[in-house]
């Protein structure tokens, strides 16, 4: 959920609020073995995740992913095909395994 919350919004959704993006930067810093700095977490506190295509994006003990755009990423799957899915869904998957 934290993940979903510091997301780009699609269009005409409505922003998080900071209070929110402040709340989830905290969370998964404070749970994550591998700290941000103070800058980026000032930076994910005020802005979110501001993701370009292309970018990988890494999931808890998953292969990574590639974004797409438009909350779309790219994954190969157990069996070697690729398979496209929402960031909303991959993000969910990846905190809860």
């Known amino acids: ?3 979903s919350l ?3 919004k699609k269009e005409g959704e409505k922003e998080t609020s900071k209070e929110l993006r402040s709340w989830a930067t905290d969370l998964l810093n404070d749970s994550s073995p591998v700290k ?3 800058e980026q977490s000032q930076s994910l506190k005020r802005n979110g995740l501001s993701l370009k295509p292309g970018d990988l994006i890494f999931f808890k003990r998953q292969k990574p992913v590639i974004y ?3 909350h779309q990423i790219i994954r190969d799957t157990d069996n070697g095909h690729l398979e496209v899915q929402t960031l909303d869904n991959q993000a969910e998957q990846g905190l809860n395994k």
């Open 68 to 70: 797409l755009g438009d």
């Open 1 to 3: 959920m934290a993940v």
């Open 36 to 38: 941000l700095s103070q």
């Open 6 to 8: 510091l997301l780009p």
